[in-house]
């Protein structure tokens, strides 16, 4: 089955600096690729996601690529902020509908020093 | 996004109890998915449930121990049975959205086996 990995398990950057987490999927089928943000004591969030046809998407402040020929996705984080203190996950999905499992990454902590 | 809850949000349970966790959504979802996630740790998926069939369980997760009812569209429960300290951990459950490949997920309840 598809395997997630994710590194680094722990970030921490100064304020208004960038912030990138990588991951490698295993499944050369994975079509889909999810990242959540959890706060603490909160619920997963979905922040932002990329489709396998796609290299590149950005949301703002945040954006993620994908090489498909090396297996591995990357968000990125910019000009960071406290509030951007929180447990990441990067994930992946087989499938074509939201009917279909994901799975996730073992998760980066990030802390944003003032 | 769906408005998904969960009931109870929390539980302090004795060992070789059974708990079972609600997962109430406010639309129709094809797919509602549950998993487990230990302190510190990610997210695991511990089965996928399509109304009106069998939930699909995946590696190191069996029926027995995990019992999963989905009696219509809106709403499942998964029952955590003969619990040990070990399967203390915070129980989401997942639906996926309506626009795409994303998914949303409830609050979680957090459990604590003594």
């Known amino acids: 089955g598809e395997n997630v990995e994710q590194h680094p398990s722990t970030l921490s950057v100064q304020e208004g600096d960038s912030a990138v987490i990588k991951c490698t999927y295993s499944d050369s089928a994975s079509n889909y690729f999810p990242w959540y943000k959890q706060e603490l004591g909160k619920r997963p969030q979905l922040i932002i996601d990329?489709?396998?046809?796609?290299g590149e998407k950005k949301d703002q402040r945040i954006a993620v690529t994908l090489n498909k020929t090396a297996k591995h996705f990357s968000l990125h984080i910019t000009e960071t902020q406290p509030e951007d203190s929180a447990v990441y996950f990067c994930a992946a999905s087989i499938g074509y509908s939201s009917a279909s499992k994901i799975i996730f990454g073992s998760g980066t902590r990030l802390s944003i020093r003032p | 996004s769906a408005v998904i809850s969960q009931k109870p949000s929390r539980d302090i349970c004795q060992r070789g109890t059974s708990l079972t966790i609600q997962c109430q959504v406010d639309s129709q979802v094809t797919m509602m998915f549950w998993y487990r996630q230990q302190p510190g740790q990610s997210l695991t998926l511990i089965a996928t449930?399509?109304?009106?069939?069998?939930?699909?369980?995946e590696s190191g997760f069996v029926i027995d121990k995990f019992p999963i009812s989905r009696p219509n569209l809106t709403f499942s429960t998964l029952t955590v049975s003969n619990m040990s300290p070990e399967d203390s951990s915070i129980y989401l459950c997942s639906v996926g959205g309506t626009s795409g490949r994303e998914q949303f997920f409830g609050p979680g309840t957090r459990l604590t086996v003594l």
């Open positions: 990329i489709r396998s046809n796609v």
């Open positions: 449930a399509n109304q009106g069939s069998e939930a699909t369980y």
